[in-house]
C-alpha cells in the first residue's frame, strides 16, 4: 500500500512517519531535520499488510514537484496542516490546490 504524505515545511510530517515507524518505545529527542526532496519508509502489519509512506518534503522550492509523485497508484494521501500555525493555513490551502486537482477518482472523495 502506498501512502503519500504532503503538507508544507514544518507541519509534522516527518514527525507523523517516524511515529508510524516506531516501536512505540522512541523518545522524542530532536525534531527531525526538514526533508530535502523525500523519504520513504515501511511499516509492516500482520498478517501480510505492508504500508509504504512517502514523506514529500515541503518547502518552497519543493512544492511545484508534488503532483510528480502523483502517479495512481497510491492508496491515499495524507495531507499534514500545523493547525497551531494559524499564519500559514491559507497557504496550506493554496498548496493542496494542485495536489486535488490531480487526485485519482478513487481518491476524490
Excluded: H
Excluded at 495531507?79 to 493542496?96: C, H, I, K, P, T
Aim: hydrophobic fraction near 35%; aromatic fraction near 8%; charged fraction near 20%.
Amino acid at each position: 500500500m502506498r501512502v503519500l504524505c504532503l503538507g508544507l515545511d514544518g507541519a509534522g510530517k516527518t514527525s507523523i512517519a517516524q511515529s508510524a515507524c516506531s516501536d512505540g518505545g522512541a523518545s522524542p529527542g530532536e525534531p527531525p531535520e526538514p526533508t530535502s526532496g523525500f523519504n520513504t519508509s515501511t511499516v509492516k502489519f500482520a498478517p501480510n499488510w505492508k504500508l509504504q509512506l512517502w514523506d514529500i518534503g515541503g518547502g518552497a522550492s519543493i512544492r511545484q514537484y508534488w503532483t510528480r509523485y502523483i502517479t495512481g497508484d497510491e492508496e491515499a494521501i495524507v495531507w499534514v496542516v500545523d493547525s497551531a500555525d494559524e499564519a500559514r493555513l491559507d497557504e496550506s490551502r493554496q498548496g493542496a490546490r494542485p495536489v486535488a486537482v490531480l487526485l485519482p477518482p478513487c481518491l476524490a472523495r
